[in-house]
Nanobody, 117 residues
Framework: QVQLVESGGGLVQAGGSLRLSCAAS????????MGWYRQAPGKQRELVAT???????NYAGSVKGRFTISRDNAKNMVYLQMNSLKPEDTAVYYC???????????WGQGTLVTVSS
């Protein structure tokens, strides 16, 4: 059983910063992709950023240059540093893990990020 536990969400003013953390527990292969998705009210869930175990990254164009994903493979943790936050970034942020050998996908419960004007 693999679980993801998120932390770091909250309320911040526009222009501020926030750092999200996600801890993975359980048994899974070292070759995987971890990342962050978000869902705003009335909108579909969208990719924010992902990173493979080899540290290849993929960012949404709307966050590139403002957000930075990182991971610690030894600790099985992934982070999202969010700078220059905008009200449009307001959403529930979900941590995600994907394993392609013996396919496995796990989602966190989500953490709310609210950016005020």
């Amino acid at each position: 059983q693999v679980q993801l536990v998120e932390s770091g969400g909250g309320l911040v003013q526009a222009g501020g910063s926030l750092r999200l953390s996600c801890a993975a527990s359980g048994s899974f292969f070292a070759i995987n992709t971890m990342g962050w998705y978000r869902q705003a009210p009335g909108k579909q869930r969208e990719l924010v950023a992902t990173m493979s175990n080899a540290r290849s990254t993929n960012y949404a164009g709307s966050v590139k240059g403002r957000f930075t994903i990182s991971r610690d493979n030894a600790k099985n943790m992934v982070y999202l540093q969010m700078n220059s936050l905008k009200p449009e970034d307001t959403a529930v942020y979900y941590c995600n893990l994907r394993q392609f050998s013996e396919y496995l996908e796990v989602w966190g419960q989500g953490t709310l990020v609210t950016v005020s004007s």
